[in-house]
Each structure stands twice: as C-alpha cells, then as structure tokens.
C-alpha cells in the first residue's frame, strides 16, 4: 500500500492558462474521488468515479472543468481558462467498495494551484 | 442534505489536558461519522469512523469519538494533549450507503501550548 499520490504537489500558473493534474490511487481501490478545499475551509467534494465511470458531479465542477479516470487507475484533472477564484488544494481521494459496503476514503497530499 | 458544524475554528489547550473538540450533524438518514486531522500541506488522515456499530469509537493516537444520537454530535477527545497533536482536524458525514460522498465540516485548527 504505497497510498495515494498526486502530482504535481504545487502549480502556480497565470490566469487563463489550463492546468491538469494527476491522481494515483490505491492500486486495488475501485472508487476515486476529487475534492476542493481553499483557505479555512473544510473540502468540498467535486466529482467521483466507480472504476472509469464517473458517476456524480458536483455543481461547483463548471464546464471548465473535466475529469477522467480512463482505464479505471489514474485519474487526471483538468481546468481550462484558470481563474483567480480557481486557486484552491485540490485533493484527490481513493477507497474500496465491496458488496455495498465502503471502506472510507484515503486521501494524497493534494496539489496546491496557485493563480497568477 | 447532510451537514456537520464544527463549534470553535481554533481551540488552545496546555500539554497534557484533555483535548475536545465539537463536532454536531445533521442527517436525514443513519449517518457516517468521521474525524481526519490534516497536517500543513499535507493531505487529510482519518483517525477514527462511525458506522452504527459501538457508539463510542476509539482512533489513532489516543483519540476517541462519542456518538450521541440525542444530541445529534460527534465529540472528539483525547484525555491528554501531546504537543505532535497541534493540526486541524475535519468532522465529516456520509450517507451510511451509497458511494459515500462525504460532506465535511470547516475545521478546528488546535494549538497545543507547551
């Protein structure tokens, strides 16, 4: 189990440049979750797949924003045209589902997006 | 909709006293309950859950999570504070079926004064 992994760990970008990033799960996890959380705030979920199929997203996910999880592994992150108010950690999380039931959710160390 | 509201965004206690921190929920359904704690730059870890089995949950480092279903809360404590405690910690709340979205609250931040 070598956890969660997110890269980069840091981005800092100009204003209306796209960004991805990058999430490894937990290699035998079958469910991938996104997160947000900005500066004294706890994080705000954004999307989530079982496998490759992303099964909800969350109105905070505009139409800048795109995730993926192609082969049911990694997952990639993408916003297009960055903002100002994009500037959040975004944290990726990974967890087992078996039978209906859900074993919580374990978290990487997010990416940091800086916006110029 | 589930919620969680976490009452105090920072709270101080001395090495070595008790350690509280409030967590209250609302849910329409029967409830999972988390506490994660997350350190500087670093990604959340999850100390302890709440599944409907014993309502008393004992985590990681020494902490330990009542659930009181009357009260609707999820109080956190640790009988005495060590000074690798000071982080922030997140109460959380899932749906106890379904893909487990989780809905956390904003956070206490603890200073543990030496």
């Known amino acids: 189990d070598t956890g969660v992994s997110q890269d980069p760990r840091h981005k800092i970008t100009k204003r209306g440049q796209n960004v991805t990033f990058r999430c490894d799960p937990i290699?035998?996890?079958?469910?991938l979750y996104w997160y947000r959380q900005t500066l004294g705030q706890g994080p705000e979920f954004l999307t989530y797949?079982?496998?490759?199929?992303?099964?909800?997203k969350s109105r905070l996910l505009s139409d800048r924003f795109s995730a993926e999880r192609p082969k049911g592994s990694f997952s990639t992150l993408e916003i297009q045209r960055t903002e100002q108010g994009d500037s959040a950690m975004y944290l990726c999380?990974?967890?087992?589902?078996?039978?209906?039931?859900?074993?919580?959710?374990?978290f990487g160390d997010g990416t940091r997006l800086s916006i110029l | 909709a589930q919620s969680v509201t976490q009452l105090g965004s920072h709270v101080s206690v001395s090495e070595g006293a008790l350690v509280l921190l409030r967590c209250n929920y609302s849910?329409?359904?029967?409830?999972?309950l988390f506490w994660y704690v997350q350190y500087p730059n670093q990604g959340l870890q999850l100390l302890l859950k709440?599944?409907?089995?014993?309502?008393l949950v004992k985590g990681i480092n020494g902490f330990e999570a009542e659930f009181k279903k009357s009260e609707t809360s999820f109080h956190l404590t640790k009988p005495s504070a060590h000074m690798s405690d000071a982080a922030e910690y997140f109460c959380?709340?899932?749906?106890?079926?379904?893909?487990?979205?989780?809905?956390f609250g904003t956070g206490t931040k603890l200073q543990v004064i030496p």
């Open positions: 999380a990974s967890s087992l589902e078996t039978g209906g039931y859900n074993q919580p959710q374990h």
């Open positions: 290699s035998e996890h079958n469910r």
């Open positions: 797949f079982q496998n490759e199929a992303q099964l909800e």
């Open positions: 849910s329409s359904v029967p409830p999972y």
């Open positions: 709440y599944t409907s089995a014993a309502t």
């Open positions: 959380a709340v899932s749906d106890s079926g379904g893909y487990q979205k989780v809905t």
